[in-house]
């Protein structure tokens, strides 16, 4: 790949190519596109180095914030001249995908901005032929976290009535995500069917199903299905020592140990899965602070006798400096909760972030 360029792009360039997924990789792809700007390259190829970039921080790194710029030259560029030779129109709406689905979660991006974007990519998906079953499904996923509650049920709706093409994902995720979208909506019967085929073996992917093991304790336990509740929460908890980026799923594996009392693992749970805390979305990190928050308060009932609690230097809470009781560490998680929530509530221009946050606190203190 770097054959005949100059070294101030061909040595990062060899080193972006070969460097472990995640956030160091983001930024030596970034120092590529810098330097093949700064040298002036073909359009195509300085096009071709921010998708790169585009690929590490989405699909890898999950850092969605990282790629939205750089994809925003490439559209750019694209509508210049779409027939250029080094446009690809499906791979760009495939990247253009993992945009549209992550915006609504970073609480900087307005409501007007995050719904822009998905009627662009809903728009050119019509216009270069695709379904709008992607479209519609990242619709009702931003539409819930803008606290729309009504608009989310509807394009879930349109989601699973439209069909399937080569733009849409896999079997395995699109029913992962049916099993969100029905747990959202309070279709706890509806989540454990639609996870069915996932837990059974006959559907799944690289991610897949390990997601969906945490997906459905919640609603297994309000089914009265302890038992198989169980058995999630085991395949969840190793899935998560293979993805511990997955903080999303740890959130719920909390409130799990919270909700029967089975507090003992949740400091360990803490340990293999803060590491990744400070890199994901606001909302996933709202979501794991005030579950851990929940965990730990509920420890604390049958121990709160000071420890050492040893937190990454990004995590959102400060580590503490000494042994803490884990009553104080859980009111400062949920202190951090709170306060995103509140930030999240002011952005959307109602409470559903935080009602569903202490939704989520009773259901974790049993109620």
């Known amino acids: 790949m770097s054959d005949g360029l100059p070294p101030e792009v061909s040595v990062?360039?060899?080193?972006?190519?070969?460097?472990?997924?995640?956030?160091?990789?983001?930024?030596?792809w970034e120092s590529v596109v810098q330097a093949a700007d700064a040298a002036g390259l073909p359009v195509g190829l300085r096009?071709?180095?921010?998708?790169?970039?585009?690929?590490?921080?989405?699909?890898?790194?999950?850092?969605?914030?990282?790629?939205?710029?750089?994809?925003?030259?490439?559209?750019?560029?694209?509508?210049?001249?779409?027939?250029?030779?080094w446009i690809f129109w499906p791979g760009l709406l495939w990247k253009y995908k993992w945009l549209s689905d992550a915006l609504a979660e970073y609480v900087a991006f307005p409501r007007e901005r995050v719904m822009s974007v998905l009627d662009d990519f809903a728009a050119r998906c019509a216009a270069h032929g695709f379904s709008p079953r992607p479209a519609e499904n990242y619709r009702a996923n931003a539409l819930w976290l803008l606290g729309e509650e009504d608009g989310a049920r509807a394009a879930?709706?349109?989601?699973?009535?439209?069909?399937?093409?080569?733009?849409?994902?896999?079997?395995?995720?699109?029913?992962s995500q049916s099993v969100t979208h029905a747990v959202r909506l309070g279709d706890d019967a509806g989540a454990v069917e639609r996870a069915a085929p996932l837990l059974g073996g006959r559907l799944?992917?690289?991610?897949?199903?390990?997601?969906?093991?945490?997906?459905?304790?919640?609603?297994?336990?309000?089914?009265?299905?302890?038992?198989?509740?169980?058995?999630?929460?085991?395949?969840?908890?190793a899935a998560l020592r293979r993805f511990p980026a997955f903080t999303f799923c740890a959130a719920q594996h909390f409130l799990y140990l919270a909700r029967l009392g089975e507090t003992g693992?949740?400091?360990?749970?803490?340990?293999?899965?803060?590491?990744?805390?400070?890199?994901?979305?606001?909302?996933?990190?709202r979501e794991y602070l005030a579950a851990a928050g929940a965990a730990l308060e509920a420890f604390a009932e049958d121990s709160d006798e000071p420890r050492r609690f040893r937190?990454?230097?990004?995590?959102?809470?400060?580590s503490p400096a000494e042994a803490?009781?884990?009553?104080?560490?859980?009111?400062?998680?949920?202190?951090?909760?709170?306060?995103?929530?509140?930030?999240?509530?002011?952005?959307?221009?109602?409470?559903?972030?935080s009602r569903r946050q202490a939704a989520e606190r009773a259901f974790a203190q049993g109620g």
Do not use: I, W, Y
Request: aromatic share 4%; with cysteine; glycine share 4%.
């Open 12 to 28: 990062p360039l060899e080193l972006a190519a070969s460097a472990p997924h995640g956030p160091a990789a983001v930024a030596l």
């Open 47 to 85: 096009m071709e180095f921010r998708l790169e970039l585009v690929r590490e921080a989405a699909m890898h790194a999950k850092l969605f914030d990282r790629a939205l710029a750089p994809f925003a030259v490439v559209l750019a560029e694209a509508d210049r001249e779409p027939d250029a030779p």
């Open 156 to 175: 879930f709706a349109r989601f699973e009535q439209a069909p399937r093409d080569p733009l849409s994902d896999c079997r395995a995720c699109e029913a």
């Open 204 to 237: 799944s992917c690289a991610e897949e199903p390990e997601r969906t093991h945490s997906k459905v304790l919640a609603s297994l336990l309000r089914l009265g299905r302890p038992a198989e509740a169980a058995e999630q929460h085991r395949l969840g908890l």
């Open 265 to 285: 693992e949740a400091p360990g749970l803490l340990r293999r899965t803060a590491g990744t805390v400070g890199a994901v979305s606001d909302d996933n990190r």
């Open 311 to 318: 937190l990454p230097e990004d995590f959102p809470v400060p």
């Open 324 to 353: 803490v009781r884990p009553s104080e560490l859980a009111a400062a998680f949920g202190k951090a909760a709170d306060e995103l929530a509140a930030r999240f509530d002011a952005r959307n221009g109602n409470d559903a972030v």
